[in-house]
């Protein structure tokens, strides 16, 4: 399979999983509906190596953000955006097949004030040294 039409995208859902949430309206219910979770939803594979030097595909979303605070689980799911045509030459097509979905556990969203970003990882280091783009928050 190409790398290059793989794409995995990130919803939003109640902490239960089984509300989508990717449009609400404020808590206060005033004003139109906006999408909770906003920020790159989209991202492609980016070839990495782990920590113990294995190649390995991974899928980062280092700006996603949640609009309010409450408690949530992301959904994951990865796409093929290709299309093969009778002859067998490779295409995007006009709708991703999702070839598997992911779940995290629920977790809660705090307001700006009392967030404390966590610290960075042993393997964001090594991932931002291997080249990746990932937007480590100030502490």
Do not use: C
Request: proline share 7%; no cysteine.
């Amino acid at each position: 399979m190409e790398l290059s039409f793989l794409a995995a995208h990130l919803s939003l859902f109640s902490d239960d999983g089984t509300r989508s949430l990717d449009m609400g309206t404020a808590p206060n219910g005033e004003g139109p509906p906006r999408r909770l979770l906003y920020g790159n939803l989209v991202s492609s594979p980016q070839k990495l190596r782990d920590l113990q030097d294995r190649p390995g595909l991974y899928f980062l979303f280092s700006d996603v953000s949640i609009r309010w605070r409450g408690r949530f689980q992301l959904g994951i799911s990865l796409m093929r955006i290709s299309q093969t045509d009778s002859s067998g030459v490779m295409s995007i097509a006009s709708q991703g097949t999702v070839l598997a979905q992911a779940w995290t556990q629920p977790f809660d969203v705090v307001t700006r004030e009392i967030y404390v970003p966590p610290a960075t990882t042993p393997l964001t280091r090594s991932f931002l040294d291997q080249g990746a783009f990932i937007t480590i928050p100030r502490r």
